[in-house]
């Protein structure tokens, strides 16, 4: 039985997601890990479920990099090559940042994600490559986890400041919620607070209107993972009005705009990644409620086209709810084994096409 895509009751009416990097395609160099995987198979799940939510990253022209191995087994790093234009929908739309003391224009541009029901959800890229920007800002989004300290700060301001507007002026105007996946896009709470205080609202209101509108899921477990700005950084890039802004606000601690802090401190719902990582992570800031949202996978994604065709056949819906998969153990062996050799066989002729080596196909191969 398949799951209907309608929207399910209690849904807000749209949902921005925000994330650093998303993984949706080998060709969009737009990732360098889990987190962009996760990122990529919460978006695909979303289309799958009929759900609200709209995808924002950055448009990396020189994406993160490219690995090759060579026949000894050492790693090398290459630059990735690729053309926005051939992928992606440039969208007529730009918005103003102040960056580093002078205006940086911001653009954008579209990819929609189709689920097995027919639902699209859009992941929006954001540009600053862009006249009349300088050489300096339209380099801000050149490359993923490029940089340094300074770069950084200024990817996350184009992220996180940049974002409720970008959506507004594509036509999303009933986002209720923003979901930070990780820390690198917290400043959007700082964008959200600027609009409540233009309504008149008390400190204390815009405050607690911004938590009832974000939400966050951590990833890193250690110290090093989490992004810490000197307030001194913060007033060269952002401006000496947007660090009393966030001083003001409770977000700056001990003179460093922490990421995390600023997020958690933003959020009305807080998540780790599974039971352990919510343990590690509460003990890490233990002044807020962190909850733990086991990671899943997009199972689509992940299953080889063999084994797809067969759920298709003897498991129908599994696309649609992936608890129909429960059912796998009750398929016949022949039939799993004939879908593991024509996998295998995928397999061993990509191997054989890559290095010319020719595999047995009778062997434990494992990669």
Sequence with gaps: MQRPTRRPAGVPSSVAYLSMEVA?????PSYSGGLGVLAGDHLRAAADLGLPLIGVTLLYRDGYFRQRLDVDGDQSEQPVHWTPADRLEQLDVRVELFLEGRPVQVGAWRLH???AGGH?????FLDTDLEPNDAGARAITDQLYGGDLRHRLCQEAVLGLATPAVLEAVGHRDVRTFHMNEGHSALVALALLRREAGTGAT???ALAAVRRRCVFTTHTPVPAGHDRFPADLVADVLGDEVREELAQAGYLEDGVLHMTLLALRSSRFANAVSRRHG????AMFPNFPIASVTNGVHAASWISPPFQRLFDEKLPGWRLDNAVLHDAATLHLP???AAHRRAKGLLLSAVAERTGVVLDPGALTIG
């Design 24 to 28: 949706v395609d080998d060709g969009l």
């Design 113 to 115: 994600l189709e689920g």
């Design 120 to 124: 699209r959800v859009p992941l929006y």
């Design 203 to 205: 400190p204390a209101d």
């Design 279 to 282: 343990e590690v992570t509460r």
């Design 335 to 337: 039939d799993v084994q």
